[in-house]
C-alpha cells in the first residue's frame, strides 16, 4: 500500500507542480485525493462483501429447512451489516491520508476521526434497528408469542440503541467521555423522566402485559370508564389502538390498563360459551296454584304435554305446584333442549327478590356461539318465547301501565 502510495504522491506531485501550486498546496492536495481514494476503495471493498455475503447467505439459507434463518438474515439485515466495514476501513486507512502525528494535518484528521466515528456508530445502529425488527417478525410468527404486545418491547430496544448512540455521538461531538455526559444526564434525571414519561410508564406496562398475559392483539376490551369496546389491533410502546364496534380507533396510553380496571372478554370466547343474563318481571297477582282447568289445558297441548308428566308425581303426593313453578320448570326444559344453548356450562332458570316491579324471573345460560349476532339472536329468541308462552300457564308479565291499560 505504501508502494501505490508513493507513486500516486508522486504523479501528483509533479501535475501540481506543472500547474505552479506551492508545496504546502500540494501537501494539502495529496491528503484529500489520497483520503477520496480510501473512500472509493471502502466503497468498492463494502459493494464487493456485500454482493459476496448475501449470494453466499441466499444459497445457504435456501438449503436448510427451518424458516427462521430466512428472517433473520434477510437482505436487508445483511446490507446493513456490510455498511459498517465501509467506515470501519475508512477509520482504519485514514492516517495514511491525514496523519496525527502530523501538525499540519492533525485538526484536519481528527475532524475526519470525529465524522467516520459518528458514521460508524450511525450503521451500528441501523443494523440494531434493522435486527430488532427481523427479531419481532420472527417472534410473531411463534404460536406461543403471537398476539403479544412485543412491538413495544422492540420500540424499546430500538429506543435504547438510538439514546446510546446519541449519547456517543454527542461525546464525540464535544470531546468529552460518554461517562461525563452520562453523569451529567443523571443529573437531570427528573426533567429526563418528565420528558419521556409516556416512554418510560409504556415500557413498563407493556412488560407487565405480557408478562402476566394481560393482553394481546385480537382480544376484544372494554373500559366503560374511558368509553373503550373493542378489539385490540396493536400494543407499541406509547400507544395502544383499540378498533370499535362502530370501526372507529380508540388509543390509550399502556399504563392506563395497568393503573385502570378493564374488562377482556377473551377468556369468554376461548371458554366456548356467551353468557346470557336476563330477567323478566311477572304480576304476583296473577300466580296461583294449578287449577283443574290449567292443568288440563297445559296436558293438551303439544309445547306442555310432556312436562305435565314429569309432574304427574308431584300432584299424586298431593304437593301443591304454581303455574310459575310449571313455568320455570318448562323454560329450564326449553334451555337445556335449545341446540344453540351450551350444554356443557351452568343452565338456571331461578326467582329474584320481588320488588314493586312484580316478581323477577331470571334465565341463566350460555350461548353456544359467542359471535354478537348469533348471540343477540338467541337471546332475543329465549326473552320472545317467554313472552308469547306465559299467557299459557296464566300469567301476566308486569309492565309499567301505558295510558291505554289505565282506560280499561
Not at 445483511?78 to 496525527?100: D, G, K
Not at 454527542?170 to 468529552?176: A, G, Q, T, V
Request: aromatic content about 8%; some cysteine; hydrophobic content about 50%.
Amino acid at each position: 500500500m505504501n508502494g501505490i502510495d508513493r507513486i500516486v504522491q508522486g504523479w501528483i506531485d509533479k501535475i501540481l507542480t506543472a500547474l505552479g501550486c506551492s508545496n504546502d498546496l500540494a501537501d494539502t492536495a495529496d491528503r484529500w485525493v489520497i483520503l477520496l481514494f480510501i473512500v472509493l476503495l471502502a466503497i468498492a471493498v463494502d459493494y464487493t462483501i456485500r454482493h459476496i455475503i448475501l449470494r453466499v447467505v441466499r444459497k445457504i439459507v435456501a438449503k436448510t429447512r427451518a424458516s427462521w434463518d430466512d428472517i433473520i438474515f434477510k437482505d436487508v439485515v445483511m446490507r446493513r451489516l456490510c455498511n459498517i466495514v465501509t467506515p470501519i476501513l475508512i477509520y482504519t486507512l485514514l492516517p495514511i491520508a491525514f496523519s496525527p502525528n502530523d501538525g499540519g494535518s492533525i485538526e484536519l484528521h481528527t475532524l475526519i476521526k470525529r465524522i467516520v466515528e459518528i458514521y460508524m456508530i450511525v450503521a451500528v445502529v441501523r443494523f440494531i434497528n434493522s435486527f430488532l425488527k427481523a427479531l419481532f417478525e420472527l417472534l410473531e410468527h411463534r404460536p406461543e408469542w403471537q398476539g403479544k404486545p412485543i412491538k413495544g418491547l422492540m420500540q424499546t430496544g430500538q429506543v435504547i440503541a438510538s439514546s446510546i448512540a446519541a449519547i456517543l455521538i454527542i461525546s464525540i461531538l464535544i470531546n468529552r467521555s460518554p461517562a461525563i455526559l452520562l453523569t451529567g444526564i443523571g443529573a437531570s434525571a427528573a426533567v429526563m423522566m418528565l420528558i419521556f414519561k409516556d416512554s418510560i410508564l409504556g415500557l413498563v406496562a407493556g412488560v407487565q402485559l405480557s408478562v402476566n398475559n394481560m393482553l394481546k392483539v385480537g382480544d376484544w376490551i372494554s373500559m366503560p370508564s374511558r368509553g373503550v369496546d373493542g378489539v385490540v389491533e396493536e400494543v407499541a410502546l406509547t400507544i395502544v389502538k383499540v378498533r370499535g364496534w362502530d370501526n372507529t380507533l380508540q388509543m390509550l396510553p399502556p399504563y392506563v390498563l395497568i393503573s385502570e380496571s378493564f374488562d377482556n372478554w377473551q377468556a369468554m370466547r376461548d371458554s366456548g360459551g356467551r353468557r346470557i343474563k336476563r330477567s323478566v318481571n311477572f304480576d304476583l297477582t296473577s300466580i296461583s296454584f294449578l287449577k283443574p282447568e290449567l292443568e288440563s289445558r297445559l296436558r293438551g297441548a303439544e309445547q306442555t304435554a310432556e312436562l305435565m308428566q314429569t309432574v304427574e308425581s308431584l300432584t299424586a303426593e298431593g304437593k301443591p305446584i304454581t303455574n310459575l313453578d310449571l313455568f320455570i320448570r318448562y323454560m329450564t326444559r326449553y334451555l337445556e333442549q335449545h341446540p344453540r344453548v351450551s350444554h356443557d356450562l351452568l343452565i338456571l332458570v331461578r326467582q329474584l327478590q320481588p320488588t314493586e316491579w312484580g316478581l323477577p324471573v331470571e334465565f341463566y345460560c350460555f350461548s353456544a356461539n359467542v359471535n354478537w349476532v348469533p348471540y343477540e339472536q338467541l337471546q332475543a329468541e329465549i326473552i320472545s318465547h317467554v313472552a308469547a308462552l306465559a299467557p299459557q300457564f296464566d300469567l301476566r308479565l308486569f309492565q309499567y301501565p301505558l295510558s291505554q291499560d289505565l282506560k280499561q
